[in-house]
Structures are given as structure tokens and as C-alpha cells.
């Protein structure tokens, strides 16, 4: 098989998103599952529905496109802002869109009369974390003026934390974003129906046993697909954290001074000069880099250290043992590793389940 590759276990990843679907069932909340970090790969986006997961969101139209190639019907949601430049396709391959811009729902509305369908409109509020969403004193204005664009159908609303400054969801936001929903209700009259609480960095606001008030939905990638929860990049107990593995295979394996010598300046990726001399060691380097994935958010096998990397080698300590050349050593990835990896077309996905090879 070639390499560097994915190795994604679709069993695990069933496991994982049935376990939250469980979780969160027991306290009115759906799980929309977010396919962004695998592309939108159809083979994992139907796991994810056979695992009972309310519908399928992604960011990227691209993505929402190839589950559509793929034939899969199930509600799919952009949950980036769309461009307008897109509007058109964003009616045609998606249900509902999380919005920020009247500017953008103008067009949605547009696009949605002209193709004689109806499109669902979920409004994101800002709640700190200063990423998207509509300031909470302009919402009830955003809801009034959605609410009069035709073949526009207002959904819900929700909000996005932790993504960008690292704002927790805690009792107080979550709150305040129950009441926001009770108040546009009280003034339109119940047009909510989804209150989208935020990603997988919500799961320790619902461990936490706190009251979940209006909200009845999470977007869910990271906790799915690594089995990790974002705020502290801790393992949710419970879940598979090697569900989607990364195979490198060893192209040079030598025993090398741990200093390197000659006058040492600037390297491509930042000063990498090995802490402390700890005489000869095991140096091993990996076909993989900076072009394939994310290398600092690898982790290594037992008993093997990453040194460093570059655009494309990663140099590691095997330790006492020299690996021969053409081993394959696998590693565990975190969120910026998996997107990187995902992206990059030097990575093959190889899926599998239950160690039938299904797809490549
Ligand atoms: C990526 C994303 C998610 C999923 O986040 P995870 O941390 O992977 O669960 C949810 N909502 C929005 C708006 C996103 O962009």
C-alpha cells in the first residue's frame, strides 16, 4: 500500500458517533456530524448516518458536493458563512446554510426563487469568541428582515465558540443563548426550531450536567473523528482516539550524532536544534513533512521521538532500535495533522472496517 497514508476505521468511527448520538440524545440534543477533516468522504458520511446522526454538515461546498456525487440525500448544512458568489449552488446542494450577512440571504432568497426551492436559514450570534455571528442587540433586527425574504426559511439559530480565542462554553453563554431564542420566539412566535449550541468543544458543558435550556443540536467533528475534545485536547472517555491513524514509511535509518555541527543559522521552518547532546543516537527519517500534514501535531509510537521536520522528512529517535528501510511506522494525529492530511494530495485515505478494505 502506498504511503504516507490515512488509515480510517470506519468501525471506530461508528462507535464514536453513535456514543455522542447516545449521550446527547438523553438530553434533547441532536448531533449534526461535521465531515470537513475527511472532505466529505461518502464512505464516512454514510457510517456516520448508520450511526444515527441527525444530518451532515461541512464548511466547504466542495465537500457538500462530492457527499451529493456520491448520491447521499440526508440533510447537509454549510456551516461557513456562504459566498455569495456560490449562492446559487449553495440552494441547489445544501438544506440550510449558517448565516451572519442580509447581504448573503438576499442572494440565498434570489438563488432559491429562481430554482423554486426553499432555503433554510440558520442565524449564528456572536457570543465572545469573536469569530462569526451577529451581535445578540441586532439579532431580533437580523430575524425580522430573514424572516421577510421569500423562499427563505429562518431554522434556528446557534453559535460558535472556541474556535478562534478559545471562549469555553459554559453555563453563562449557553444561557444567554437559550434566552435569545426565547425572546425571538416571544416576539415572531416560534419560528425556531434548531438551537445550535456549538462543536465539540460543548461536550464538557454537557458533562458538566449543567441545564441545556433551548439548546437541542451540536456540530460535532473532532469529537467523531478523534475521539478528543477541543478546550483541553484531552481523550474523551469513551470514544476511539486512533479511529483515523497516519502511515509514514522509513526511507534513511542511520546511527547520527543527536548535535549537528558547522555554524548553525535560521532553518525553513524555525530554529530545530536538538535540546541536549545525548551522544549517538538512532536517527530515522520518515517520508513525510510540512507538504503532508501538520508534523507537531503527530504522535509517535511507543518508544520513538520526533526531532523535527521539514517539507518533507520527519527525522525521529528510534531509540535502541534501527528501523529498517520500508518499515511503516503509525502515528496518532490531532485536528491541525488531520486537516493538513486530509487536504494534502501526497496522502491516500485508505477506509476500511473491520479490516475489510472497503475503499481506496
Ligand atoms: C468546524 C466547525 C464545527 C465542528 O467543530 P469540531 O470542533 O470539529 O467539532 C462546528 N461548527 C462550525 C461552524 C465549524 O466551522
Known amino acids: 500500500m502506498t504511503t504516507p497514508r490515512l488509515e480510517i476505521d470506519l468501525a471506530k468511527i461508528h462507535h464514536n458517533a ?25 464512505s464516512v458520511a454514510r457510517e456516520l448516518l448508520r450511526a444515527g446522526v441527525s444530518g451532515l454538515a461541512d464548511s466547504r461546498l466542495e465537500n457538500i458536493q462530492t457527499m451529493r456525487h456520491a448520491k447521499i440525500t440526508a440533510p447537509i448544512t454549510l456551516i461557513r458563512s456562504p459566498m455569495i458568489s456560490q449562492s446559487v449552488q449553495v440552494v441547489k446542494d445544501t438544506d440550510i446554510s449558517l448565516n451572519t ?24 450570534v456572536e457570543l465572545g469568541d469573536l469569530r ?8 431580533e433586527n437580523v430575524v425580522r428582515r430573514t424572516l421577510s425574504f421569500p423562499n427563505i426559511t429562518l431554522k434556528g439559530i446557534g453559535t460558535n465558540l ?24 416571544a416576539t415572531f412566535g416560534s419560528v425556531l426550531s434548531i438551537v445550535s449550541g456549538g462543536n465539540s468543544s460543548n461536550l464538557n458543558w454537557i458533562l458538566g450536567g449543567s ?31 486512533d479511529a483515523i ?8 535509518s542511520k546511527i547520527k550524532p543527536s548535535q549537528p555541527w558547522g555554524n548553525i543559522e535560521e532553518t ?3 530554529a530545530a536544534i536538538p535540546p541536549h547532546n ?19 501535531g503527530l504522535t509517535p509510537p511507543t518508544g520513538i521521538r520526533i526531532l523535527g521536520s521539514s517539507s518533507d522528512h520527519l527525522i525521529v529517535d528510534s531509540r535502541r532500535d534501527r528501523l529498517p528501510i520500508g518499515a511503516e511506522l503509525t502515528f496518532q494525529l490531532n485536528y491541525s495533522a488531520l486537516i493538513r492530511a486530509t487536504a494534502s494530495p501526497f496522502v491516500t485515505k485508505n477506509v476500511f472496517s473491520e479490516k475489510k478494505v472497503l475503499v481506496h
Not at 450577512?101 to 432555503?119: F, M, N, P, Y
Not at 478562534?164 to 431564542?181: F, H, I, K
Not at 469529537?223 to 485536547?233: N, Q, T, Y
Not at 491513524?245 to 534513511?252: G, K, R, S
Request: include cysteine.
Open 132 to 139: 462569526e455571528g451577529i451581535m445578540p442587540a441586532d439579532l
Open 245 to 252: 491513524t497516519l502511515v509514514a514509511e522509513v526511507i534513511e
Open 268 to 270: 525553513a521552518f524555525g
Open 211 to 241: 441545564d441545556t435550556g433551548r439548546i437541542n443540536n451540536l456540530r460535532l467533528g473532532e469529537a467523531i473523528l478523534l475521539g478528543c475534545e477541543p478546550l483541553h485536547r484531552q481523550p474523551f472517555e469513551g470514544l476511539h482516539t
Open 278 to 296: 545525548s551522544g549517538s543516537i538512532s536517527q530515522t527519517i520518515l517520508a513525510v513533512g510540512h507538504m503532508d500534514t501538520d508534523p507537531e
Open 18 to 42: 453513535r456514543f455522542l448520538v447516545k449521550l446527547l440524545g438523553r438530553n434533547g440534543i441532536t448531533v449534526s456530524a461535521v465531515t470537513k477533516a475527511v472532505l466529505g468522504l461518502p
Open 162 to 185: 472556541a474556535c478562534r480565542c478559545g471562549v469555553a462554553p459554559d453555563e453563562a453563554n449557553m444561557a444567554e443563548l437559550s434566552e435569545l431564542a426565547n425572546a425571538i420566539d
Open 101 to 124: 450577512e442580509l447581504d448573503v440571504i438576499s442572494e440565498l432568497s434570489k438563488a432559491a426563487q429562481a430554482l423554486g426551492r426553499t432555503h433554510g436559514v440558520l442565524l449564528m
